[in-house]
């Protein structure tokens, strides 16, 4: 206990993730085993915040100095209007991950709070580090590298369209879409050869082979649900890799069965991770030891048996 009160005082500094819902958020814990690593006296919590409610809790950190936040569903394209500056990620993304509060120097330049900024006048940046977690999660975890690849991305919401889009940018050369909406798949299709005509965007699945299969869809998150592609068009054998954005189950009935097809498989607990190292390195600008919220992550959504 004395360590707990010691462990706290008026220098203490915050950042936090918002959502709604968020209870089942796995990043305090990641984020807090970093800050604790670094040694920094800073606390990372959790609010559940409506979306009508969204800007007065923005002010609200910033008025009590808080270093920087997360955002998550359903407040990451809201926030594009609610903060000051936009970095470029947010603006390529059209989507707010991660805040980062910023004080007026003499100079007039702007230096975040977790970097030695103080001052009067504080700012939000806007930045997003999803799009980036996502390629990184794929060359680190599965061993894909986009550039020249071919692949299939099920699902095309919003998790689906970004990862399409940086998978293009990366210089993909091929990505067959599916979506059970297929309006949604042919937007994002026609976004790909409007801006990164390089990569062929086709809708549908392919008859040959690719390098990787990546769902970007909601199912497998919860049991009974139906397999997110159509395998009596499609089979596992016609992919080395397949990547599951879901990360709780750890292995969802895509994956076991990608695992039986001898692919190598790989959930979303990288990607995860690697868009809180890169939040927690914009706010600090220190290094994210990432091997210790690796851990601190795999223990937070381990089953509770
Ligand atoms: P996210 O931000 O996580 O991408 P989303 O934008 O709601 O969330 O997207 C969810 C994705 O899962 C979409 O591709 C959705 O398909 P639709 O665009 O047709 O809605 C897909 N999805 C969700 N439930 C599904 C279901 N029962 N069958 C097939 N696809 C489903």
């Known amino acids: 206990m004395s360590d707990f009160i010691q462990s706290l005082s008026a220098t203490t500094r915050?950042?936090?993730v918002l959502g709604y819902p968020i209870r089942h958020s796995a990043s305090p814990p990641m984020?807090?085993?970093a800050l604790q690593t670094l040694?920094?006296?800073c606390r990372y919590l959790a609010f559940e915040v409506r979306p009508e409610q969204l800007r007065t809790a923005l002010e609200g950190a910033k008025t009590m100095g808080f270093i920087?936040?997360?955002l998550t569903v359903p407040h990451k394209v809201l926030a594009l209007n609610m903060v000051d500056?936009?970095?470029a990620s947010a603006r390529q993304w059209g989507a707010v991950?991660?805040?980062?509060?910023?004080?007026?120097s003499a100079t007039g330049e702007w230096i975040p709070l977790?970097?030695?900024g103080a001052g009067e006048e504080i700012r939000m940046q806007g930045f997003n580090t999803d799009a980036e977690a996502i390629v990184r999660a794929l060359r680190e975890d599965l061993k894909v590298e986009p550039r020249g690849a071919t692949g299939v991305v099920l699902g095309a919401g919003g998790a689906g369209r970004t990862a399409a889009l940086k998978l293009a940018a990366e210089g993909a050369a091929c990505l067959y879409l599916v979506n059970r909406t297929e309006a949604k798949a042919r937007a994002?299709?026609?976004?790909?050869?409007?801006d990164y005509p390089k990569t062929q965007a086709i809708l549908g699945y392919p008859a040959g082979s690719v390098d990787f299969l990546l769902n970007a869809t909601s199912l497998g998150l919860k049991p009974g649900d139906a397999l997110p592609w159509d395998e009596s068009v499609f089979r596992l054998s016609q992919t080395p890799a397949v990547y599951d954005m879901i990360y709780r189950p750890a292995v969802t009935p895509l994956l076991q069965q990608a695992q039986k097809a001898d692919c190598r498989t790989a959930n979303g607990l990288g990607m995860l991770l690697y868009q809180g190292a890169r939040a927690l390195e914009i706010w600090t600008g220190q290094p994210a030891p990432i091997e210790v919220m690796r851990a601190a992550l795999l223990k937070a959504v381990a089953p509770t048996v």
């Open 97 to 104: 991950n991660t805040v980062r509060f910023e004080a007026k």
């Open 188 to 194: 994002v299709a026609e976004e790909i050869q409007r």
């Open 85 to 87: 500056a936009l970095d």
């Open 114 to 116: 977790g970097q030695g």
């Open 68 to 70: 920087g936040l997360n």
């Open 31 to 33: 984020h807090n085993a």
């Open 39 to 41: 040694g920094l006296d």
């Open 14 to 16: 915050f950042c936090a």
